[in-house]
């Protein structure tokens, strides 16, 4: 009997992929995207190339942390033997599977960047670090041939991993060989320590290294955070648009859900504390060339930015996310993850828009919130609505996974 | 697709004889916890026990005569924790000049045992409470005593900062107590955080570890009080009273289990208490080492001001104290009869898996220390990394490395992941090595300061290395006598993990 209620929930129309409905969804964010680039390059010209450029940044920077944030689940899913989560697993899949995308929507600044001799990152222009004995020593790392050859180690290394992971997981949907999960596993392993080590070095490059003066050992670990939890905001999303077509009914249920809300919690939390840390290590040693950079950002109407982060995107999902109810209802926890993923943007707005305003503009530069949103809307017009032609692309579920029954089982409280 | 679950599938095919119900004896290299077929769960219980024999063989740990092991490992190390008595009585009475601290170095050994104790103290919470919340199952046959070793961990831990004030008997003032004098400690120092952060997690741990065991005490209470009326003229515990051992066990582990009486109603408040102070736990994990961390990184003493100190310490303290579980847990499933079946190489392989796991952030902590040490910029970091690894005390870094970052990455290979002896001999590495990471932290540090007429060195004296070896004779004392006394696995847990506690599966239609 419940051979015939997995078939029943395993049936075609429950697992295809919502074709036409994707087509439309993804027309239309391709539509916004295509505004928010044009925006974006009027912002240039209006507002100022570099606060155009920062803008952008921000937002690729944070379509990229999603995206690894997924790769970091779909690894963790493999090494934990994880059963719960099968019937979520395509869907993280799908968005690790939107790495050259977010590789590709970094990639135009830092091209830009090198091209043009260093806008935002100003370790770049010669004139800037002329005589300047703290750069002279970093050299060595902060050149552009080494930073291009990091950045192609980055990219071959994620895209080898997604790739990998990607094709045993949807080898097993047409051979159903129980030994690829296995397989899975093992990539997982190794691939681990690869992810950290490059994602860590990215944020240092990508993120830090706009305030050549700045360092701190925890940015890659907080760089990480913040994408982790924000691919489990995107993954609550993706599955509300998807279950309103009617897919996935008794597949994801409110006990994923709830799951997922625990994850949401947690990493919440889990930010919280990097961030708090780095925050306060740097504030009470108070040692110069590290305050400098919460110093700029407690200033010039920043400080209203810091503030709605620690209340945003800590105080207030932290209480609301404690309730039980909370994650087990659609839609609250729907409007909780588009919350958090805003809250991730400011998050990246904050990384990067101070270093800008440094001589340029001194104050948050209320006239341009127009090109944060345009680039905003441009980069995630695109992410977006190339993640939903992907989601179209293929069965919703791992078809064969042979932890599968364990999904469907899957209950909090037994 | 099979229709059974995975536990229902693995629980047919043990009964069908299908597959091993589990190694017994040497052979314990092929048990059935190592199946690593994807589509079963391996069992957590091996040897298809039923609920009975677990409860026997659980029960008579602490009911039966422990093996001729027991007392004299009990003898040795007891007189160790006297040792350790003894040096604290010779320090109190003369001062902490018996330590090899001076001027420059004065915090080495002392400071180093508090954070290596207190870091091996994070297993047992992270075992029951983070373990717990992520459901992994597997956790059930070694909270208990990982927990007890957490308790007895901080124990130690908590010993060391009392004493190495000097004068102990000021040592009320960490607290703020009111007094006549106006004296308050400094709020807005780590080392007074350090007092609270110790003493709630002390607190929390010990509720947590105490509250899992009240149905097991009641339990061997019930069976004690049962054997006194089944068996009126039993064998008394000593000739001349009419004592005996059972009703010495009934009175104290009736007093110990609080009234429990396996209703229904307490059972669900039970469930309920230990969610949430799994819950509380969890923060305090993470709250303790990273205030432990604090201590040091607020500082800004070059190779101690650096901003991944917080998880970097978390991750060292889960690392030497998963080192310790399997230390402690090892010697205790060959020395205990039927031990094996609970604490099966699965589990051994899941802890040896942590270790790499924790073991490789480590090392991925050292590099961005060492990394950030460089591009900083700052040369007085620069020398402090560099005086690690090439200054007078390079054999006390290079241990760390060695222990911490490679011995671990045996791991990768399963066969050793799977060998007793390997994974015994990187668990001895690992907690060598950990405490040689917090000597490395604080010595090198202190020992250059920024005049050359501020360098020193430090060298341990007689009184150092025992009071550190009496203190591991205290822990030892504690477990062995946790492991004489006490219910060893949390027995209901472990009963709820076998295939028998879900004859149906956890399908809501049941109707296979």
Redesign the interface.
Known sequence: ???L???QL?SEENINPPTSAAARVSGMLLGLGTLGVAGTIVGSFVVGQSYAMASWHAMAMAALAITLGAMFWVMIFHL??S??SITLRRQFENLMKMMPIAIALVAPVLIIEIISGGVLFKWMNPAVTAGD???A??QP?LNIPFFVIRWMIFVTVWMFLSTRLWNLSTRQDITGD??L??KARFTS??GM?LF??TT?FAA?DWLMSLDY?F???????YYFAGGVFSSIATIIVMLFFIQRTGRLEGLVTNEHRHDLG?LLF?FT?FWS??AF??Y???W????P?ETAFMVLREQHGWRYVTLTLMWGHFIVPFVILLFAGIKRNKTTLTILAVWMLLMHLVDLFWIVLPNIHVGELRTVNMSGLWVNVSAALGVFGIYFGLLARRVASGPLVPL?D?????SL?H?NY? | MSSLTPDQSIAEQIASGAIAGGGVGDSSLADASLNDDPSVRPPLVLNNRSFHEVTEIISGYAENRPGKWWLPLFLISSSLAGVCGLMILYLVTTGVGVWGLNNQVDWAWDITNFVFWIGIGHAGTLISAILCLFKQKWRTAVNRSAEAMTIFAVICAGMFPGIHVGRIWAIWYVFPIPNYNYIWPNFRSPLLWDVFAVSTYATVSLLFWYMGMIPDLAMLRDRADKRLRLNADGPRFCPFFRLRADTVRAYAYGFLSLGWRFSSRHWHRYEKAYLVLAGISTPLVLSVHSIVSFDFATSILPGWHTTIFPPYFVAGAVFGGFAMVLLLLIPARELFPNMKDFVTMRHVENMAKILLLTGSMVGFAYTMEFFIAWYGGNEFELYAFKNRALGPYWWAYWTMISCNVLSPQLFWVKKFRQSIPVVLFVAMAVTTGMWFERFVIIVTSLHRAFLPGEWGMFFPTPVDILTFVGSCGIFLTLFLLFLRFLPVFAVAELKAVMPQADPHGHDEQGGD
């Open positions: 009997m419940s051979q209620a997995a078939n395993l934990t033997m059963g719960w004995p703290v750069f020593s970093k790392y129980k030994w999960s296995n392993s190794w320590p950290a080590l860590a240092f003066h360092f701190s050992t925890m940015w890659g670990v625990k947690g939390v504390y990097i840390s780095q306060f290590l740097i009470y040693s108070n040692i060339e064969k042979p932890r599968m029954p364990e089982h209950r037994v």
